[in-house]
T-cell receptor, first 114, second 114 residues
């Protein structure tokens, strides 16, 4: 079992460029999430998908879009990257949608926007 | 929305001492409170969680206490070991109904010195 897999692990962008972070889980989980982690600010929820076919905004959605492609895959897109989006991005999944329970995180994607 | 504050931001202890990390939350409807541990360069992983119908939960050297009236919960680590060195995050959510939309604290960097 791979768990939660994110790609790419590292990316450097120039301001204004676009990119998509890919996330896939093989645990048959219903819910998936994108968080960003910045020093001193913990993990902040960008978007989440409670179940296949639904997405909703989290705490910091501005500048991002998401797509729940199918039950396994949840992608995060930056349409026009800004230096403020330099961060480590974590995808996570959980059994969801109404069950509380463990979040399983991917290894993270480190994004630098110049 | 929910806001979670975590203290202290850094904590340094000697091996064998106890460590306590405290969190407060703002949403009185929150009823699920997990703690995640993140080792350097790794993904966050769940170490213990507590639900609002329980005041305390223990798992070997770690314990979590919850005071719903005061809206705060704490992580207690006894007999600390160097491998306990990591960043610890508390989180809160309301579920069911709020899915598993966890709001995290800013984190506590724990250093255990031999």
């Amino acid at each position: 079992n791979a768990g939660v897999t994110q790609t790419p692990k590292f990316q450097v962008l120039k301001t204004g460029q676009s990119m998509t972070l890919q996330c896939a889980q093989d645990m048959n989980h219903n819910s998936m999430y994108w968080y960003r982690q910045d020093p001193g600010m913990g993990l902040r929820l960008i978007y989440y998908s409670a179940s296949e076919g639904t997405t909703d905004k989290g705490e910091v959605p501005n500048g991002y879009n998401v797509s729940r492609l199918n039950k396994r895959e949840f992608s995060l897109r930056l349409e026009s990257a800004a230096p403020s989006q330099t961060s480590v991005y974590f995808c996570a999944s959980s059994t969801g949608p109404t069950n509380t329970g463990e979040l399983f995180f991917g290894e993270g994607s480190r994004l630098t926007v110049l | 929305g929910e806001n979670v504050e975590q203290h202290p931001s850094t904590l340094s202890v000697q091996e064998g001492d106890s460590a306590v990390i405290k969190c407060t939350y703002s949403d009185s409807a929150s009823n699920y409170f997990p703690w995640y541990k993140q080792e350097l360069g790794k993904r966050p992983q769940l170490i213990i969680d507590i639900r609002s119908n329980v005041g305390e939960k223990k798992d070997q050297r770690i314990a979590v206490t919850l005071n719903k009236t005061a809206k705060h919960f704490s992580l207690h680590i006894t007999e600390t070991q160097p491998e306990d060195s990591a960043v610890y995050f508390c989180a809160a959510s309301r579920a069911p109904g709020g899915y598993n939309k966890l709001i995290f604290g800013a984190g506590t960097r724990l250093a255990v010195h031999p």
